[in-house]
């Protein structure tokens, strides 16, 4: 295997020069760094990436911390910010808490065993103990799809990058009620998770837009898993007066929701109208096609990258909470009939994105402000 020592004769350079070149601990010449890469190329040198990081005190590595890695909305958040560190240089280390507190401080513990120089987490609906660890260590972290607590002065704790969870959720309900619903009800997510809190109020939002009451027997907890969606859908369809339409909350309580719908002989939207918060990749396969508010995944896992590497490179910047705007994609589980594509209408064809009313321009991140909804 070629060496350090091969790599500097071969460009006429010493070998401190090449470390520099690798370690990034001093400015090179241009011409001297590219003489040097091609003298790596040109050999096959592999650095080892050991020996750097005892010379950097950096690993060039991210640790992820998500739960329910099946799921497609956490799948495609993983490869935004897997195809992020490698743009970066990063390389990727992954686990599950399984949305369990104490198992989720056991797998951070790890992660930081592992010397990672940062960390993205998915917070499970009780942080505290994750929060107490990675600010007792100082470990550098973004907070991922769900949000803790500010403090006191108002600005977050940590980092964050999530979706917007209420504005999209009001505009499924507002959306159901212009179709003349009145007992619209909601399967909403595990409780303690701030995008179930942020989902519900969306919900209630949504509803006094309307001029609808609120009923808290049309709202029950699917636990943000299928089977949990299945009973909570059972219990609303067995009210003396059920729902005519339904929220979902996420993708899994979506299939659930389906499932109890299905077995209670019902047919969607004929005999109940079904929107859903996320979006599906196949959600356009099924019969009826779902209409659903589509979270832009992959850049939210993306965005968590980028906005680590900028408190890797500012570590006393203050803390911000970047929150993407979502899509209202337009199909027919509400009840809406099929847009003929191409008709020459002025209307939206059917199954396209259509943005939300309330969403912003996406800032650039220096004009995030560091506050928490």
């Known amino acids: 295997m070629a060496t350090m020592a091969d790599v500097a004769r071969s460009a006429g350079v010493s070998v401190a020069t090449v470390s520099h070149v690798l370690n990034g601990t001093r400015p090179v010449l241009p011409h001297t760094r590219q003489a040097v890469l091609d003298a790596m190329d040109e050999l096959g040198y592999t ?13 060039r590595s991210i640790g992820l911390a998500v739960s329910a890695i099946s799921n497609p909305y956490f799948t495609e958040i993983l490869q935004g910010v897997e195809a992020a560190a490698l743009e970066h240089g990063y390389s990727l280390l992954i686990a599950d808490p399984h949305d369990d507190p104490e198992h989720e401080r056991k797998v951070v513990q790890l992660l930081h065993e592992r010397r990672v120089d940062g960390m993205i987490v998915a917070p499970s609906a009780d942080p505290r103990e994750l929060i107490a660890y990675l600010g007792r260590h100082n470990v550098p972290a973004v907070l991922l799809d769900r949000v803790v607590d500010s403090t006191a002065d108002g600005s977050p704790h940590f980092d964050q990058v999530c979706a917007d969870s209420a504005e999209p959720v009001a505009r499924l309900v507002t959306h159901l009620a212009d179709l003349g619903h009145r007992r619209i009800a909601m399967v909403a997510g595990l409780p303690g998770l701030s995008t179930t809190s942020e989902r519900l109020t969306g919900y209630r939002d949504g509803l006094t837009a309307a001029g609808l009451a609120f009923d808290e ?3 029950v907890h699917g636990d943000s898993e299928s089977a949990g969606a299945e009973q909570a859908t059972a219990a609303l369809l067995s009210l003396a007066a059920p729902p005519t339409a339904l929220v979902t909350a996420n993708n899994a309580m979506t299939i659930g929701a389906l499932r109890a719908l299905r077995d209670c002989g019902l047919s969607v939207p004929e005999d109940i109208a079904l929107c859903c918060f996320d979006d599906f990749a196949w959600a356009d396969l099924f019969s009826p096609r779902l209409t659903a508010i589509a979270q832009p ?3 939210i896992g993306a965005r968590a990258v980028r906005v680590l590497l900028d408190r890797l490179a500012s570590p006393d910047r203050p803390a911000r909470t970047v929150r993407l705007p979502c899509t209202f994609v337009h ?3 509400c009840g809406c009939a099929e847009q003929p594509r191409g008709s020459g209408t002025s209307a939206k064809p059917e199954g396209t994105a259509k943005p939300l009313p309330s969403d912003r321009p996406e800032q650039p991140l220096t004009s995030v402000k560091g506050t928490v909804s």
Do not use: E, F, Y
């Not at 080892?48 to 690993?59: F, G, H, Q």
């Open 331 to 333: 199909r027919t589980s």
């Open 217 to 219: 027997h049309l709202v």
């Open 47 to 59: 650095p080892n990436t050991l020996a750097r990081s005892l010379v950097t005190s950096r690993t």
């Open 297 to 299: 995944s992959r850049d």
